[in-house]
Each structure stands twice: as C-alpha cells, then as structure tokens.
C-alpha cells in the first residue's frame, strides 16, 4: 500500500499559512509556493541512493559519498504543477522535466488530458509527479496513468494540499506511488475546492482570476 507522508517542518507550515491567505497577492504566492517546493524536495530526495567515492581532500585520500546517478524526472501537472518545479530544480538541477497538461471540468470535476510531453527514456526514469492541489484525486490518478502508460516505473506524487478524498482514492488507484504533502486539509466543498485549502491554485499563481 502506498505510503503518505505529510511534512511537518515548521518552516513548510509557516509558508503554507501565507500561501492560503487570501490576501497574499501573485507574486509572493509564487515565490512561497517556489520556496516550499524546495523545502518538500529536501525531504522527498532523503531516500537517494549513493555510492562510494575516492577522492583526495588537501589532508590524506579518502572515500565519500555521492548520489549514485539515478536519472530523475519531474512532472508537474499544468498548469499550477508549473509553480513547484523550479523550487526542486533548485536542489536536482540535472533532473529532466516532462509536463502532462490536465484541466478539471468545472461540471463533472473529470480530468480533460490536453498535452503530453515526456523525456525519452522514460522506463529507467524516477519521476517526481507535482501538483499543489490534489482534491478529488481524478487529476493526480489520470497523470499517474499516463506516466505509467508510457513505462514509468518509479513514481513519486509530491502536493501541497490534499483533502481526504483524493487521498483515499489516489492510494487506492495507485498503492506502488508514495504521496508526499504539506498539509492535509478537512474535506472538499460541493464545488469541489479543498477546505480551507488555497483556493484554485493554477488561478492565484498566474493571476488569472
Ligand atoms: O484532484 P482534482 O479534483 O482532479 O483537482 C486537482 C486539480 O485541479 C487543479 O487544476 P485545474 O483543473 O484548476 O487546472 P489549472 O492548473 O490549469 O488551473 C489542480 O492544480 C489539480 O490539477
Ligand atoms: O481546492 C482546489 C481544488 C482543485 N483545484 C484547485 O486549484 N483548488
Ligand atoms: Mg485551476
């Protein structure tokens, strides 16, 4: 069964506070959201594997450790998953970057695939699949199916905020992927939104509302 871990660190919850505050405007929920994205990535990459290596420090020769060069990926979901890649590519600049485009319809709240655009090799890849939001889990399942759909083996879903629901049915569509979150919330509204949650997360990023 898959794993869900919720980051507790002070400094993720503080930054989450402002990120839902209503009056926090565009550009410093871009850069909170940026910030915690860095911060989870911190925590999310704790189980990489390493390797041996020999070196000489300016005092005697020695053998240290170095990530043993798994390949990485990271997906956001578009557009919101847009606002938390460049807080990981802070800490794995070397990682490769896939986009799956994905719009809720307001109506039914089903997922709407529209883009598509992974790298090659996407069998020998871990992927680090992100979206601030995962609320109903119909997004985060049907990414996870395309990925896997692809060959993806190795998958990661990393979010800001989830609400129960979307946990219970992500887990249950996808137990080989461990879920990482900030912050899991009460419940969703009858529109869909996360209570309290932030609001549309793909809106306040871009300004678009
Ligand atoms: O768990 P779900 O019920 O599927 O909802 C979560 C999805 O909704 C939001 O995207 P939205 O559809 O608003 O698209 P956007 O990022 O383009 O605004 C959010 O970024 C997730 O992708
Ligand atoms: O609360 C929510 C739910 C789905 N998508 C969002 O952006 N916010
Ligand atoms: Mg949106």
């Excluded at 704790?46 to 990926?73: F, H, Q, Y």
């Excluded at 209570?195 to 997360?201: E, K, R």
Aim: glycine share 8%.
């Amino acid at each position: 069964m898959a794993k869900v871990h919720v980051f507790d660190h002070p400094l993720i919850q503080h930054k989450l506070t402002y990120i839902r505050d209503k009056n926090t405007g565009t550009k410093e929920f871009r850069e909170l959201v940026d910030e915690v994205a860095t911060l989870m990535a911190y925590e999310i990459t704790r189980e990489l594997p390493l390797m041996e290596k020999e070196i000489d420090t300016p005092v005697c020769k020695a053998t240290s450790n170095v990530l043993a060069g798994k390949k990485l990926g990271i997906v956001p979901i578009l557009r919101a998953g847009i606002g938390m890649v460049e807080g990981i590519l802070n800490l794995i600049p070397a990682a490769k970057v896939g986009h799956i485009g994905l719009y809720r319809d307001p109506e039914t709240l089903l997922p709407v695939e529209y883009y598509i655009k992974l790298p090659s090799d996407v069998s020998e890849r871990h992927f680090i699949l992100v979206d601030p939001m995962l609320a109903t889990g119909g997004s985060a399942i049907a990414a996870t199916d395309s990925l896997k759909k692809r060959g993806a083996k190795n998958i990661q879903f990393m979010c800001l905020i989830a609400a129960p629901e979307g946990v219970k049915a992500f887990t249950e569509a996808h137990p080989d992927v461990d879920v990482y979150i900030a912050a899991l919330d009460e419940k969703l509204d009858e529109k869909g939104y996360i209570v309290p949650g932030l609001g549309d997360a793909g809106d306040r990023l871009f300004g678009t509302k």
